[in-house]
């Protein structure tokens, strides 16, 4: 087993960086793109309660849909490749970034915008300076989330002709061949807690230059 | 607590003995007749059950039994008949090297079955159910490709898609370029299986692998399938195998049986697929259908 999975290796070498590459490419893509739609809507969401309910339903009902689901049936409307799996991907990335965003916001403590707006911050002012700040763990956490739970979806991507390592993963399944099934589950894994581990450490950063 | 685990228990033991029972006297009198599965399959093994039936016997159908269990399952005898395939029958499950001759292929896993399991393999049908390569009708027109021969002199101008699998396995990919010579595609992308004729159709690639009887082949002013030139791929000629004892308990039934396969090609399977696959009818109502045109 160990010898073949290190024959698959050294041959097939060009072929799985550029699968490892494609896979982090839709992932990131993917969490780039719920994170700009996951933390405005949440921002808005955090204003009053109605517009919470009105604002996570869809996403909530959204997410309930097997990734699998909503790659065949985006099909038709996208066609097949990158852009069908990033939309996926992002659908499946939103609402951890969501409710996240929300809690962030709303747990920003009164009394900190009253002195904002008591030292005479403008509204804008008091958003960047003092409800963000105070919200954005709460939003890295959310996106942290996002990241593993995107990047273990991505071996969906192969399905679709997106490429990434549920090529490996896929092949395995057709042959029947467990050195490839080790192989692509265990560079996922790698990479999504690589990825995760990176996240933390970039978060410890920025959270203290603030 | 402990009350409700025993009644539990009893009642999962009655249902076991229960279904044991019944499958013992089942096997009594009925043949049972089981297909693997897939659409194909379903539909050969339907138009064997109702030949027997409009013959007079009774059958039991042990329908869609996972395609790598269904030679266990006749073994323990599970099932009587089966539609099974000369090609699988000699790389899959005797694990013999490639024949490309349908009639060496045949003869060779009739009197391994017949020596190894005391399994008959009954006449075999034109119908051909091998691996294949298909190519959309613009880029064949456009390079004049209807062989893989053509293909491979072609293959920089066309985007591949695989399912992953046909690039390693021994009778996919490496298989062909040791016959045919390197295959340098354009771009060699992977699809679900599902998805191959839907991405060839859209124009997201040119060529697939595909199986020669895949309903969806039949619309061929959009699909080509290639001509396998230099005979790489083994004959998958379709066959009914038969318990040696049920055979012989029964002897009409090979009559019945090889005339139902003699109609049988790889025009009409691939239309009796489509009729599934593409026109989305039941598999019942399509086997039915044609076992009227011709009883």
Redesign the interface.
């Known amino acids: 087993m160990l010898q073949s999975i290190a024959e698959y290796l050294s041959t097939h070498t060009a072929q799985i960086l550029v699968q490892i590459r494609d896979h982090l490419l839709i992932s990131l893509l993917a969490l780039a793109a719920a994170s700009l739609i996951g933390i405005v809507c949440g921002y808005f969401a955090s204003r009053s309660g109605r517009a919470e309910r009105w604002i996570t339903l869809p996403f909530n009902v959204l997410r309930v849909v097997p990734s699998l689901a909503i790659l065949?049936l985006l099909?038709p409307v996208i066609?097949?490749?990158v852009k069908s799996a990033v939309t996926a991907l992002a659908i499946l990335a939103v609402p951890p970034i969501l409710i996240n965003t929300v809690v962030g916001f709303r747990d920003v403590p009164d009394f900190m915008t009253e002195c904002a707006a008591g030292i005479g911050m403008t509204p804008r002012e008091t958003l960047w300076k003092v409800q963000v700040p105070q919200a954005l763990p709460m939003i890295f956490a959310g996106m942290r989330t996002a990241l593993v739970e995107v990047i273990a979806s991505a071996t969906l991507a192969?399905?679709?002709?997106a490429?990434g390592l549920?090529?490996?993963i896929?092949?395995g399944l057709?042959?029947n061949?467990a050195d490839?099934l080790i192989i692509g589950g265990v560079a996922v894994a790698i990479l999504s807690l690589g990825c995760g581990l990176l996240f933390d450490i970039a978060t410890k950063k920025i959270i203290k230059w603030k | 607590m402990k009350k409700a685990i025993k009644t539990f228990a009893a009642a999962g033991l009655a249902v076991i003995i229960g279904a044991a029972v019944s499958g013992q006297v089942l096997a009594g009198d009925a043949i049972r007749v089981g297909s693997k599965d897939f659409t194909e399959n379903e539909i050969v093994a339907e138009l064997y059950a109702l030949a027997l039936e409009d013959a007079g016997y009774e059958v039991e159908r042990v329908f869609d039994v996972a395609s790598s269990v269904i030679h266990t399952s006749i073994l323990n005898d599970e099932v009587d008949v089966y539609p099974e395939y000369t090609g699988t029958g000699l790389i899959s499950i005797l694990q013999l090297d490639p024949i490309t001759d349908p009639q060496e292929v045949y003869d060779t896993v009739k009197d391994a079955y017949e020596e190894q399991f005391s399994l008959t393999w009954l006449d075999y049908a034109q119908a051909n159910d091998g691996q294949g390569l298909f190519i959309s009708k613009e880029a064949s027109d456009e390079y004049g490709i209807t062989t893989i021969s053509d293909l491979q002199a072609n293959a920089e101008n066309l985007r591949f898609a695989s399912q992953g699998e046909f690039d390693e396995r021994e009778d996919g990919l490496p298989g062909l370029e040791k016959v045919y010579g390197p295959f340098n595609w354009k771009s060699s992308k992977v699809y679900d299986n599902g998805l191959k004729y839907n991405v060839v159709e859209e124009g997201e690639a040119d060529v697939s692998p595909a199986y020669t009887t895949e309903g969806r082949l039949s619309e061929t002013d959009k699909f080509v399938l290639l001509e396998d030139d230099k005979q790489v791929w083994p004959p998958y000629n379709l066959a009914p195998v038969v318990r040696d004892n049920v055979l012989e308990a029964n002897p009409e039934i090979a009559d019945i049986l090889n005339k139902v396969d003699a109609t049988l090609d790889t025009a009409t399977i691939t239309a009796l697929n489509a009729k599934v696959d593409v026109d989305k009818e039941e598999y019942e109502d399509v086997a039915a259908e044609y076992w009227e045109t011709i009883k």
């Open positions: 065949v099909i066609g097949t490749g192969a399905k679709i002709g490429g549920g090529e490996i896929f092949t057709g042959l061949r490839l």
